[in-house]
């Protein structure tokens, strides 16, 4: 046998690298030339080489093997320690060190805990909990960073805790290689390889523990996932039972909701939605807004008792589900966190799961109707608002173009229509002005009108003839939708963009006019107000002082005269001036003597001056009486 054909028999048998020296010990032993010995020499280092190649190689396919069966383990994954045990004496034996183990992280007390260990023969060390950050465990669990150390005890790079120092001592180990387990950029332990003598950690080492590391890892989430699969398996097990049980139901479930999806396409409302459960669920339901105001009724179904309502509302927002008070049913219908209303069902019969779930289902649908409606309501009440700002601020500017601007939305300004303007009493609260605001548009594109924010004020322009009825119906619509009382002001009927412009400022001067007669909380139109509310422009700068001080200084003395002697002064006045100064007819009025009318008009006039007859003056009086009267109500 050649030299070289002894290297191939060599390289074939994987010998060890010491017996490549034989052929070439053997050349010079037979005397061969010092070209054949070179030549010898250089083939036996090419040898060596490849032998060292194939060892790689072989010991790459072990490490593939040994990732291959990991991969098989967790393909028939059945029991996760024995997967992360098999991983772990992997780890060991691909890496050649005297243990391997496992820790993994632990949220709920802040640290890491010792899972599964090979070789170990420490209790001690096999129940470790590092802190994190604390000993190479510790930092590589807190990093997600790679460590290794070939001499621990001596390694500063990491904080020595006494507890863990004396769990590796009693182990024994020297050299230590650390590993995260990743899930994601999540750390959720760490996997080790360690010695108990020093030795360094090849590049390519670290490279298997990794790639070992992260089957652990999806071994770890794959078991989390067939445990949560296992209990979704069986909860849809026994659905699949209360299925078989209620297939009926089921199928009523599935034909309400198609018909609900359909209704929120189509734009249906909550009379639909409420029609819709009554026909899946037979009985009665009753649909109420936030304010426990109805918006629908199917059936017989009288308002549920306002303490058990709160309550269920409350219960059902708290559970997400629809709750059960007696013979009703509750469904809260909410958006996020605002309360919208709720449903209220009497069913004909016991509700299955699945029935239950169709009254759920309706009260989301009715939430989506009403966020719907709602945000279709603020875009249209903001274009009904700016039309109305602009009737009110450029009134006789390109009326065809605001005619056309008002058809568009169903307002037809050549018709008469009434001016109501809203006191400013809920300016003081940033919750009620914007609950006003929004009142004011569903209350006005119900009924064909405007509505829009003027000077702090809510401004409403609603179709009809009667200004004084208007008012006190919006005073009380408001009233009951704020939970308090609103002082009222209109004018009107107008027709036309002048007209109505000049409506809204009577109207304005009218609401003024009330709060400074202190009749807050009340509705009135100007027309109502008389003469004095076309005045109170001039009277009213005082606001109610200035009424008081125009008052004391018109009739103070006549009416505090009467408030001491408890005489009728006054109304011997109201009766002269409304007799025409005809003291016959005004004794006829009060049903005394013409006498006794000459003796309270000299009294008058010792009070009031001898000209308070003069036309500025008695225009002034009985200006002031009207006041009177108007504040006193009387």
């Known amino acids: 046998m050649t030299p070289l054909s002894h290297l191939l028999e060599l390289l074939e048998r994987e010998a060890s690298p010491v017996e490549f020296e034989g052929p070439l010990l053997q050349a010079r032993a037979d005397g061969a030339a010092a070209e054949e010995l070179a030549a010898l020499e250089e083939a036996k280092v090419v040898a060596l080489r490849v032998r060292a190649l194939l060892e790689r190689r072989r010991r790459r396919e072990l490490e593939l093997s040994g990732l291959y069966d990991t991969a098989s383990d967790l393909a028939g994954l059945r029991d996760l320690d024995s997967v992360l045990s098999a991983i772990v004496h992997r780890s060991r034996n691909l890496l050649g060190t005297d243990i391997a183990y496992l820790t993994l992280n632990d949220p709920d007390h802040g640290d890491t805990y010792m899972r599964v260990t090979d070789g170990s023969i420490s209790a001690r060390f096999q ?266 601020a450029r009134p006789g500017r390109d009326v065809d173009a605001l005619r056309v601007r008002a058809r568009r939305i169903g307002v037809d300004l050549d018709s008469p229509h009434v001016m109501v303007a809203i006191g400013d009493e809920f300016a003081s609260s940033g919750a009620l002005r914007q609950r006003a605001a929004s009142w004011g548009v569903t209350y006005a594109a119900t009924r064909s009108g405007l509505s829009a924010i003027r000077d702090g004020r809510v401004v409403l322009m609603l179709p009809g003839g009667d200004a004084g009825a208007t008012a006190r119906a919006v005073a009380k619509d408001l009233a009951r939708a704020l939970g308090r009382p609103a002082t009222v002001g209109s004018a009107g009927p107008a027709t036309g963009a002048a007209a109505q412009a000049h409506a809204y400022a009577e109207a304005d001067r009218c609401v003024t006019a009330l709060v400074a007669l202190g009749r807050t909380g009340e509705a009135a139109s100007t027309s109502e107000l008389g003469f004095v509310g076309l005045l109170l422009g001039a009277v009213t700068d005082g606001g109610d002082r200035g009424v008081a001080r125009f008052l004391h200084h018109a009739i103070g003395p006549v009416v505090d005269y009467d408030t001491r002697r408890g005489t009728a002064l006054v109304k011997t006045l109201e009766c002269y001036f409304g007799a025409g100064g005809s003291l016959a007819r005004a004794a006829e009025q009060l049903h005394v003597h013409v006498n006794t009318v000459t003796q309270r008009l000299d009294r008058v006039a010792q009070l009031l001056g001898p000209d308070w007859q003069r036309p500025e003056r008695a225009l002034e009086v009985q200006l002031a009486l009207r006041l009177h009267r108007l504040r006193t109500g009387a």
């Open 127 to 392: 129940r470790l909990r590092l802190p994190l950050g604390g000993g190479l465990g510790g930092l590589v669990a807190q990093t997600g960073t790679p460590y290794a150390t070939a001499d621990y005890a001596q390694d500063t790079r990491f904080q020595h805790l006494g507890e863990v120092d004396a769990g590796v001592g009693e182990e024994g180990l020297v050299a230590i290689l650390g590993v995260p387990l990743r899930l994601g950029a999540q750390v959720i332990g760490v996997l080790y390889a360690a010695n108990r003598s020093a030795r360094p950690f090849a590049r390519e080492e670290v490279a298997l523990l990794v790639s070992l590391a992260a089957h652990a890892a999806v071994a770890i989430d794959t078991a989390r996932l067939l445990t949560e699969t296992q209990a979704a398996l069986t909860e849809l097990s026994a659905a699949n039972e209360v299925i078989r049980a209620h297939s009926e139901s089921v199928e009523r479930a599935a034909a309400a909701h198609d018909r609900m999806t359909s209704l929120v396409v189509r734009g249906g409302g909550v009379e639909d939605v409420a029609a819709a459960v009554t026909d899946a669920l037979g009985g009665s339901l009753l649909v109420l807004d936030a304010d426990g105001r109805t918006l629908a009724l199917v059936g017989d179904l009288g308002t549920p008792e306002s303490s058990v309502l709160a309550e269920a509302v409350t219960a059902s927002r708290a559970g997400g589900h629809a709750v059960r008070r007696d013979e009703l049913w509750y469904a809260a219908v909410v958006a996020g966190a605002e309360n919208l209303g709720t449903l209220v069902c009497r069913p004909q019969s016991p509700l299955a799961d699945a029935d239950q779930q169709i009254l759920e289902r309706a009260a989301l649908v009715t939430a989506l109707v009403q966020l719907f409606r709602r945000n279709l309501a603020e875009a249209e009440g903001r274009v009904r608002g700016e039309l109305l700002d602009d009737l009110i």
